[in-house]
């Protein structure tokens, strides 16, 4: 089976799922990211492991890709494998496909809390590359389906409910803090 057949029976099988049982597909992913030595850090999920670390002119040594590179390679990866996912299912060749992920950000924002910037991206903007036989209006409309169907286009695009809890472990209590 090739990967445009595997791709179409996996779907049409995900959605026969979620047709027949309810709550099929709903779930809660965890990932734990541990910090090491300096800046690195260690993340796992299931069985994988992903590395980070900061550039040296935050106080890292740049062994392995920042955060913020991990999550302008999440949006453009999760986009293109989106484009092959809805060509399978459209019928439509696609000889190429190349996402570029640009994101503005202000180091200040992460310096300090009175800067009036945000410590994170000020913007994000991606170009899409597509070579395919294919009529391009018919490209441009399996581009804006995978655009909709993106999860990760959602987490930057979208504002979520995030919640944080907090463990000390070998503090001195305090008391209550207002």
Do not use: K
């Amino acid at each position: 089976m090739d990967a445009t057949q595997r791709i179409v029976t996996a779907l049409a099988r995900l959605r026969a799922a979620a047709a027949e049982r309810a709550g099929f597909g709903r779930g809660t992913a965890t990932s734990v990211s541990t910090l090491n030595a300096g800046l690195r850090c260690s993340t796992t999920e299931r069985t994988l492991s992903i590395a980070t670390d900061l550039a040296p002119a935050l106080g890292g040594e740049g062994a392995a890709p920042s955060p913020s590179a991990l999550a302008r390679a999440a949006l453009g990866a999760c986009l293109a494998m989106g484009y092959r996912l809805r060509a399978a299912e459209l019928g439509i060749e696609l000889t190429s496909v190349r996402v570029t992920v640009e994101a503005d950000s202000d180091v200040r924002g992460m310096l300090d809390p009175a800067a009036g910037v945000p410590p994170g991206f000020t913007a994000v903007r991606y170009h899409v590359e597509i070579a395919s036989p294919a009529p391009a209006a018919d490209v441009a409309r399996l581009v804006e389906l995978g655009d909709q169907l993106s999860p990760v286009l959602d987490l930057v695009a979208r504002p979520h409910a995030v919640t944080r809890t907090v463990a000390i472990a070998g503090a001195e209590p305090t008391g209550a803090v207002a």
